[in-house]
């Protein structure tokens, strides 16, 4: 029988219902002390000192790089294989996203890549855990030291991920995360920057709220506008279901890491899909489970839709985006294994409220595949 199975969804019960309620029925609802809550919860979860939390993942990745400072004529090297948001954030300052191609294994960013892109202008490394992987750190950091550059950590794959028995959050200068209703926890839209560095966080706190900063000491009326920035607040309603949400999260990686595992073992020695693999030490929070189809990757997508799977594809590399290819002259070819990997990419349903029978169908119908 067809069934109807999204490649990810939210979990929301009654205890994330009755949370929200309560603020609603509360004096603030914006701008008042859940915030501050769910930032430290946060913060005290993945072992870092300070959180700021944003509207959005990628306003979130802004605050990121106005912390650092980045403007016109700096370069940050990331990956090609991302979200728009990791790389467009950096070019809202004017920089230049100097992409480094992926390890064709896990899917990573390549550090060797890495090595070969950094220059005089590069002002930071930007990694992204694709799919909740994360990515080699113990090299990375080398890298980025060796070169004193910044490293920023876009984790919006990967809360509750640990590397080498850290948590995600407490190994880059800051790490970025999204709650976004795909992703482990969510606050309908919602990012949070965490870092140890307590100018960064004074800075991100500024360019959330307008670039304003109040003193007291001239009256609890005053603030000035340090910087122009712009309105990234998030809301006490939002970061009451992200609390909520919070006190569940080890508990859906378990069923998301349970769930790739089933899958892992169901297509281990398929002659028609490739799997990649985890970074050596770490532990992936699975927020998707890609794989690659050997064959005609638009026939299968299209079959597993019509089956009912909702597949996705995350995602073309962005050096094949014309916007990418005008502006800085990208160009198809750039980056044969980010590319290689998109042109047989299928990202199958994984999330953890997924029933035993839907786990079941995903197995059965992509065993079925037929290109």
């Known amino acids: 029988m067809k069934k109807n199975i999204p490649y990810g969804r939210q979990w929301i019960d009654e205890t994330d219902i009755r949370a929200v309620e309560k603020v609603l029925r509360s004096d603030w609802l914006t701008q008042g002390p859940k915030i501050e809550e769910f930032e430290k919860k946060v913060a005290k979860y993945c072992n870092a000192k300070y959180a700021v939390a944003f509207s959005s993942g990628t306003s979130a990745l802004l605050g990121a790089y106005y912390a650092i400072g980045l403007e016109k004529g700096d370069e940050v090297v990331t990956t090609p294989l991302t979200f728009a948001a990791t790389s467009n954030a950096a070019v809202y300052f004017g920089a230049k996203p100097v992409f480094a191609d992926i390890k064709e294994d896990t899917l990573n960013i390549d550090p060797s890549e890495i090595n070969k892109k950094i220059g005089r202008k590069t002002k930071a490394v930007v990694c992204v855990d694709f799919a909740g992987n994360p990515c080699d750190y113990e ?53 949070m920057v ?92 699975f927020h998707i489970f890609p794989i690659q189809v050997l064959g005609n990757r638009r ?11 909702g597949v996705q594809v995350h995602y073309m590399p962005l050096n094949l985006h014309p916007f990418y290819m005008k502006k800085f002259g990208y160009k198809k070819g750039d980056f044969p294994n980010a590319e290689k990997y998109y042109e047989r990419a299928i990202t199958i349903p994984l999330f953890p409220k997924m029933t035993a029978d839907e786990i079941n169908y995903v197995i059965e119908t992509v065993k079925k595949i037929n290109v």
């Open 194 to 285: 965490l870092t140890d560095k307590r100018e960064f966080y004074e800075r991100m706190k500024m360019f959330r709220s307008h670039g304003i900063i109040k003193n007291l000491e001239k009256g609890g009326w005053y603030y000035e506008i340090k910087e122009l920035s712009f309105n990234f607040r998030i809301t006490d309603i939002q970061c009451a279901l992200g609390i909520s949400q919070l006190k569940k999260l080890d508990k859906f990686i378990e069923k998301r890491r349970k769930i790739a595992e089933k899958y892992k073992k169901a297509f281990l020695g398929s002659d028609k899909i490739i799997l990649s693999r985890q970074e050596q030490g770490a532990k992936s929070a």
């Open 299 to 309: 026939k299968a997508f299209d079959d597993f839709k019509k089956a009912g799977l």
């Open 139 to 191: 090299n990375i950091l080398k890298i980025s030291r060796k070169n004193k550059v910044y490293l920023i950590e876009d984790a919006s794959h990967a809360i509750g991920a640990e590397y080498k028995g850290k948590k995600i959050g407490s190994i880059a200068d800051i790490t970025v995360f999204s709650f976004h209703p795909v992703k482990h926890i969510t606050t309908g839209e919602g990012g």
